[in-house]
């Protein structure tokens, strides 16, 4: 499966800390995309990363992507209580199919 | 108001009985998927259609069905064949011209009953 895997599952921080979640994939990909969940509700797309771009900024967003160890780190500065979420990494395969894997995700608490 | 909606958003069935969930979009996306989600895991793949009249299989299609018959529309069947059917159902779609992002819809929650 190409599927990724978020670490950690869980992060609990205070509010104005940042917030660091990392991804890992089995394959070459295409490209790299980070999702946000709220509890119950459908998914928002984040930031899209290239295979051939190694850090992406988007406001408080950071994204950071390593093709030689198949990770990537979402990094969010300042945290704030409405960042509460889980967080999705989704890859696509280099060729074929447009279809996205999604990772399992982290659930980030952050505490007012 | 551009978008993908999805009804209804709660949904109860009996065991052995068939359910149709709806995904609507009308941002004139060529691309539309429907994934499901367990509580805390991941999205899996149901099926995908990339245009109209067509749609394949994804990861975890048996005891599902959809049809494309227009290209706004996306509904997935969910049979008595699917022997754990209480989850997370999530639609949705891409335009041919972005670079792979998909827009979801809000959900559909189904519980079994």
């Known amino acids: 499966s190409q599927q990724g895997e978020e670490d950690p599952q869980a992060l609990s921080i205070q509010e104005g800390e940042n917030a660091t979640m990392n991804c890992s994939y089995k394959?070459?990909?295409?490209?790299l995309q980070w999702y946000r969940q709220n509890s119950g509700r459908g998914l928002v797309h984040l930031i899209l990363i290239r295979s051939n771009e190694r850090e992406k900024h988007s406001g408080r967003l950071r994204v950071t992507l390593d093709t030689s160890k198949k990770s990537s780190s979402l990094l969010i500065t300042a945290s704030r209580a409405a960042d509460t979420a889980s967080y999705f990494c989704a890859t696509r395969g280099p060729t074929g199919a447009n279809n996205l894997f999604f990772g399992t995700g982290t659930r980030l608490t952050v505490i007012p | 108001d551009g978008g993908i909606t999805q009804s209804p958003k709660y949904l109860f069935r009996k065991e052995g009985q068939n359910v149709t969930l709806s995904c609507e979009q009308n941002l004139n996306h060529d691309a539309m998927y429907w994934y499901r989600q367990d509580p805390g895991q991941g999205l899996r793949l149901i099926y995908y259609s990339q245009i109209v009249n067509d749609f394949q299989k994804g990861d975890i299609a048996e005891g599902y069905s959809v049809s494309r018959e227009k290209k706004e529309s996306f509904p997935l069947t969910v049979t008595s064949a699917q022997k754990n059917p209480t989850a997370f159902y999530l639609c949705a779609s891409r335009s041919g011209r972005s670079y792979n992002e998909q827009f979801f819809g809000p959900g559909t929650r189904l519980t079994v009953l």
């Open positions: 394959t070459s990909i295409n490209n």
